[in-house]
DNA sequence: CGCGTTTGACCTGCGC
DNA sequence: GCGCAGGTCAAACGCG
């Protein structure tokens, strides 16, 4: 296997978050406004994997909403890989005399060449795209060993003793053959397609209409919080998500979804309405990265943007997005009973929406 | 009892 | 090859 040295590797991530820069800048300054959903499929196609880009560091700030604008091309030598997933969000842009986002999206036409499409297109072949695949060790065999001592020699006692110990030894190297074993890997592992987003949240696990499992929790190098891996419960479902609380902006959560749901979540089984609606559990589209669910989607939202009176929902959102927004049903009832979602969507969607059920 | 969480150990990739 | 950090596994444990 031909070995892309690291000079050029850095290069070319570098080129990818500067290709990315341009696509996904969600990070407003002064603003909770963080990352923004997306509005249409062509906007989704932009946005996954921006946060798997590797970039020089932004200056230091207080907060990520104290940022100025910085042109990652311009960092120094950077250990690409030694970034943290915020270092990955700290990024931002002035949208100038833009309204909003969607209004700066509209000023500032994304179009994407087949070739920045490629390397924004997770593809085995691609450095900074990770592979990987689920593993599942076959079921651990039951290893209680019964120790009895019912003589009363100890002679006996110790000859049993020491049958114990190896019977033991021998269960341990069992276990560690186990977990030594070579895992059979004839190809680079596959990572999915990321979709990440930040959203403000006193909870760290937000439900999002899934059942999840939380199979790992890891320290997180240079923050206090640590980071959660959930997978999706249902049989067959891969669907991984990775939560962790910015280190810089505690109030902050950002989730990490790798994966698409192959089936309908158990909140919202009639599924979705609108162009996100499929079978498939995420969008219809042609690119082959990850679509939060609508539920998700309005969760996100609705934890995104804080309940402060001077952001409301409408304010910030173009009428397109709003409309958009109307479609979505069902949104978790979690968010109701926190009175988030109320802070955040137009009570007549909430008051609908009781009606219906 | 079933399901979910916790947690330490292990695996893996990457940079030096 | 080594060390580090991210990611995953699975036994132990807790809870309803």
Redesign the pocket.
């Known amino acids: 296997m031909m070995r892309i040295s690291?000079v050029e590797?850095r290069e070319e991530k570098r080129e990818l978050a500067r290709i990315t820069l341009k696509t996904e800048n969600f990070v407003m300054a002064n603003s909770t406004f963080i990352t923004p959903p997306p509005t249409t499929p062509s906007d989704f196609v932009h946005m996954p994997n921006v946060f798997s880009l590797s970039a020089p560091p932004p200056p230091p700030t207080s907060s990520i909403f104290d940022m100025m604008p910085c042109d990652i091309s311009a960092g120094g030598d950077q250990?690409?890989?030694?970034l943290?997933f915020m270092d990955l969000l700290e990024i931002n842009q002035d949208f100038g005399s833009s309204a909003s986002l969607f209004d700066w999206f509209n000023q500032n036409p994304i179009v994407v060449s087949p070739q920045q499409q490629q390397s924004l297109v997770p593809s085995p072949a691609s450095?900074v795209l990770?592979t990987?695949e689920?593993?599942?060790?076959?079921a651990?065999p039951n290893s209680s060993a019964s120790i009895s001592s019912s003589s009363n020699e100890v002679g006996e006692d110790a000859l049993q003793q020491v049958k114990a110990e190896d019977q033991e030894e021998e269960q341990d190297q069992d276990?560690?053959k186990?977990?030594?074993?070579?895992?059979k890997?004839s190809q680079?592992?596959l990572r999915e397609p990321r979709f990440a987003f930040m959203t403000k949240s006193e909870v760290d696990?937000l439900d999002d209409g899934y059942?999840?499992?939380?199979?790992?929790?890891?320290?997180?190098?240079n923050s206090p919080y640590p980071?959660?891996?959930?997978r999706c419960?249902s049989a067959g479902c891969g669907v991984?998500k990775?939560v962790e609380r910015s280190s810089d902006d505690p109030s902050i959560v950002v989730t990490t979804y790798e994966g698409q749901h192959i089936h309908p979540s158990p909140v919202t089984p009639r599924g979705s309405i609108g162009f996100l609606a499929d079978s498939s559990g995420f969008g219809a589209v042609t690119s082959s990265f990850v679509i939060p669910q609508p539920h998700e989607y309005q969760q996100q939202h609705a934890y995104l943007y804080s309940p402060s009176p001077s952001l409301s929902f409408t304010s910030r959102f173009s009428p397109s997005f709003l409309h958009q927004e109307k479609r979505l049903e069902s949104p978790p009832s979690l968010l109701r009973d926190h009175g988030l979602l109320q802070d955040i969507v137009p009570s007549q969607m909430i008051r609908k929406e009781a009606e219906e059920e």
């Open positions: 690291s590797k250990k690409a890989g030694s943290g450095p990770e990987s689920v593993l599942n060790n076959p651990t276990k560690n186990k977990r030594l074993k070579p895992k890997r680079k592992r696990h059942r999840w499992r939380k199979y790992g929790q890891k320290a997180v190098k980071r959660s891996y959930y419960t991984k990775r």
